[in-house]
Each structure stands twice: as structure tokens, then as C-alpha cells.
């Protein structure tokens, strides 16, 4: 089994709509909660961070984590053409400056106008 | 702020020569850097970690010697692929580490092509 799964979809979703994507981890040591986008060709982007459970909201994006169920979602609200892209889920445990990022595969999303 | 600048954004050289690839945190220090290699419709693969003013830590089944990793200063970092042989032709991603938790900043990643 892999510390965290991710499903690489790929999701293709309308315009307007609100996307939920997740990431199941088996590490209960993980802590530290990331939410990375991914265009083609390009190096990830960090969109959210949220450390141990609990929700946190930025703009259209909301992170939410349930660490008793080992699972982390990410929800986009009136999703946009401009949001197509790899969505990755990245998490770490541990201490020190050397502490590691544990990555999901990503989710390819693709918003359709 | 947290960028990261990573350069050359593509190269192309021929096999058996080497490539230097610098990667600099442009508005804050970093006293870690990651190092990561990413296939197509792959996610990112851990290369190394680099501390600034010591040898850098690899993954396991990363060659050290083929992948020099230098961290000179709290701004730059940099990754030389030595020999190259076209099954080093790869997607080279650097990331430097934030100061609030475990985040990291990503550059814009370097393509490279060893024909």
C-alpha cells in the first residue's frame, strides 16, 4: 500500500461547478497538509497548507482535513477553465530541515466552458 | 513572495557532456532545497536534498556522482548532471523550503534533453 493514494482521474467537470478533490494517506504521523496545482510543463504551485485537522479557506479553494479518517480533501467552488490542471496532495511527518514531502500520483481536472 | 527562479528553462546537449542547472529563491533564504525529477503523467520524484554549507542527502537509487548537488549560499542551489545519456532526458524540478511549516516553493522546472 502506498502512504498516500490519489486517484489520477482524469476529471472532467463543467464550468461553475464545485470539485472535490482527495487524498487518503495510511501514515498516521503525517502533520503537515499540502495542496499543490500543476499546469503542463510547469513546476507546482502551492495552493493551500493546513497543519494537523481542520478546515482552511482561501478564495474559491477550501482544504479540509480528517486526520481520524486519514483523509484530505480539497474543494473548488465555481470551478473556472483557467483551473484545468494537475492538482497534487502532498503531506510530511517528522523533523528537521531534511523532512520530506510524501506525494500523491495528482489528479488531472479539466473544466470545460 | 516565496519565488523561486530556476535556469536554464530547456536545454539540449549532447550525450556524455555535462549540464549545470541553477535554482535561486529570489525574495527569501533558504537553507533547504529539494531537488526532483518528473516523468510524463508521473508525479515528482525525490533526486535529493540539499542543505546549504553541507553535502546534500540522496534518495535511494540516485547517483550521487552523476548528479552533483551543490547549496553554496541560502539563495542558490545547484544541480549538475554529469555524462548525460539520453535516459537523463527528464522534466528537473527544484523547490526550496518555506519558513512557516513544511511547504516548499517550486521553480518553473528545467527541461532537459540529452540527444
Known amino acids: 500500500q502506498k502512504e498516500v493514494e490519489q486517484d489520477p482521474g482524469p476529471l472532467s467537470v463543467p464550468e461553475g461547478a464545485i470539485v472535490s478533490l482527495n487524498c487518503t494517506y495510511s501514515?498516521?504521523?503525517?502533520?503537515?497538509f499540502m495542496w499543490y496545482r500543476q499546469y503542463s510543463r510547469k513546476g507546482p504551485e502551492l495552493l493551500m497548507y493546513t497543519y494537523s485537522s481542520g478546515n482552511k479557506e482561501d478564495g474559491r479553494f477550501t482544504a479540509q482535513v480528517d486526520k481520524s479518517s486519514k483523509y484530505i480533501s480539497l474543494f473548488i467552488r465555481d470551478s473556472q477553465p483557467s483551473d484545468s490542471a494537475t492538482y497534487l496532495c502532498?503531506?510530511?511527518?517528522?523533523?528537521?530541515?531534511?523532512?520530506?514531502?510524501?506525494w500523491g500520483l495528482g489528479t488531472s481536472l479539466a473544466v470545460n466552458p | 513572495g516565496a519565488v523561486v527562479s530556476q535556469h536554464p528553462s530547456r536545454v539540449i546537449c549532447k550525450s556524455g557532456t555535462s549540464v549545470k542547472i541553477e535554482c535561486r529563491s529570489l525574495?527569501?533564504?533558504?537553507?533547504?532545497m529539494f531537488w526532483y525529477r518528473q516523468f510524463p503523467k508521473k508525479s515528482l520524484m525525490l533526486m535529493a536534498t540539499s542543505n546549504e554549507g553541507s553535502k546534500a542527502t540522496y534518495e535511494q537509487g540516485v547517483e550521487k556522482d552523476k548528479f552533483l548537488i551543490n547549496h553554496a549560499s541560502l539563495t542558490l542551489s545547484t544541480l549538475t548532471v554529469t555524462s548525460a545519456h539520453p535516459e537523463d532526458s527528464s522534466f528537473y524540478i527544484c523547490?526550496?523550503?518555506?519558513?512557516?511549516?513544511?511547504?516548499?516553493?517550486f521553480g518553473p522546472g528545467t527541461r532537459l534533453t540529452v540527444t
Open positions: 525574495d527569501f533564504q533558504a537553507t533547504t
Open positions: 502532498a503531506m510530511s511527518a517528522g523533523a528537521g530541515n531534511n523532512r520530506k514531502l510524501i
Open positions: 501514515n498516521s504521523a503525517f502533520q503537515y
Open positions: 523547490s526550496a523550503k518555506g519558513l512557516i511549516l513544511d511547504e516548499q516553493y
